[in-house]
């Protein structure tokens, strides 16, 4: 068995993210999307429903994947308006996660009727992949576009220094997950990460 075999038995990145998005929530908006955190009503309850659309989407064509987070929240505009935020976590590199993207946000809207943004995360080692975020096509006078967020952790290293000071627990969740990246093959330095 080779190295990487054993580190894809060892190792499963996505998992962990989704227990650590619904303990802290509102810190990983805060984090993540600051905008959309200024325009939520933290006052009023928010709701995960990815449980209820993995039954829904384990029945359909997009296979054996489940959906990562869709959670409902209300905006603070005074319109009483409930919002969907749709996340997933890509530990490693995918070929179709715009497509993915569109569809979960397809079946979302399709089972609540409500405004969905979408926000993936890329969470992989691989400086080149840097997926588009959008997925569409226009054929004979149709024409579908779906945009969404699209965050590569990669890209923080560069902060490594100032996310260490931030009292955010998603600056310290960004640091682990990337220094597990960098150290997957090497179990002294990853003991050393880890202390």
Avoid: C
Wanted: aromatic residues 14%.
């Amino acid at each position: 068995m080779s190295i990487s075999a054993i580190e894809t038995e060892k190792d499963e990145y996505d998992g962990p993210w989704k227990d650590i998005i619904e303990t802290y929530f509102e810190d990983f908006i805060a984090f993540y999307m600051p905008e959309a955190h200024k325009q939520i009503d933290w006052s009023r309850y928010y709701e995960f429903l990815d449980k209820e659309m993995e039954r829904i989407i384990r029945k359909s064509a997009v296979g054996k994947r489940i959906l990562d987070k869709l959670v409902k929240v209300w905006l603070k505009n005074g319109n009483d308006i409930q919002i969907l935020i749709h996340i997933e976590v890509y530990g490693n590199r995918k070929t179709n996660v715009a497509e993915i993207m569109y569809q979960y946000m397809s079946y979302s809207y399709l089972r609540y009727h409500q405004l969905i943004t979408g926000l993936a995360i890329l969470a992989d080692d691989d400086e080149s992949w840097q997926p588009s975020p959008e997925f569409g096509y226009s054929l004979f006078g149709t024409k579908l576009s779906y945009q969404f967020n699209l965050i590569k952790l990669l890209d923080y290293l560069k902060d490594a220094d100032a996310l260490e000071q931030m009292d955010n627990p998603f600056a310290v969740v960004t640091l682990a997950q990337l220094k597990a990246k960098e150290t997957r093959l090497d179990p002294q330095l990853r003991y050393q990460a880890k202390w």
